[in-house]
Each structure stands twice: as structure tokens, then as C-alpha cells.
């Protein structure tokens, strides 16, 4: 049993920044990958950032404005968003993949709502 928590969106204006949390918990050995994820309405859900094998990637959009930060002994990760942009606006989710004896897994979050005004 994983729960993942998000925490942190909310509205910001246009060039603002702001901080996004998750949180996991239950029965975790070892998280593969942590990442977030957003949906925009009418839109695919698009990666943003992941943590993988000590890396980290970004989505073009991001890159230069976002941060991941992932505390492994805390089971958490961080998004740090900077210089937010309108079109930054949507739903964010936390992802993780959990590698074990029993194959892989991957849990989601309930996401948290980003709204950058103009």
C-alpha cells in the first residue's frame, strides 16, 4: 500500500514561482523513479520532470525554470517552479515507480491545480 501527497499548488501571477511537494508513504523499499507530471484540459498528460538513476530530466518547457529535487531518505520530491508562465497552468501530478521482486509499479498522486494569471 502507496500513498503519494501533493501539496503546494495554488495561484500565482505570471513570473512568479512556487513549490510543489510529494510525499510518499506505505510500504516502500526502494522508488526507482520520482517525477511530475501535468494535464492541462483538452491536453495529454506530459512529463514536466523525473529524478531516475541519481539524473534528472526536463521537459523542454521547463528547462531553465524548473528544479526537481528528491530527498531519498524522506521519500519525497520537490518542483520547484520559476518564472511561471500562463501556459504553465494545469493539473500536477506526482509519479513514482517502485522496482521490486514483483516487477515494477507505478502510483500516482490525486494532483494539485497550477493557475498562473497574466
Known amino acids: 500500500q502507496v500513498q503519494l501527497v501533493e501539496s503546494g499548488g495554488g495561484l500565482v501571477q505570471a513570473g512568479g514561482s512556487l513549490k510543489l511537494s510529494c510525499a510518499a508513504s506505505?510500504?516502500?523499499?526502494?522508488?526507482?523513479?520520482m517525477g511530475w507530471y501535468r494535464q492541462a484540459p483538452g491536453k495529454q498528460r506530459e512529463l514536466v520532470a523525473v529524478a531516475h538513476d541519481g539524473d534528472t530530466n526536463y521537459a523542454d518547457s521547463a528547462k531553465g525554470r524548473f528544479t526537481i529535487s528528491r530527498d531519498n531518505a524522506k521519500n519525497t520530491v520537490d518542483l520547484t517552479m520559476n518564472s511561471l508562465k500562463p501556459e504553465d497552468t494545469a493539473v500536477y501530478y506526482c509519479n513514482i515507480w517502485v522496482a521490486g521482486v514483483g516487477g515494477a509499479r507505478t502510483y500516482w498522486g490525486q494532483g494539485t491545480q497550477v493557475t498562473v494569471s497574466s
Open positions: 506505505g510500504t516502500i523499499l526502494s522508488i526507482a523513479m
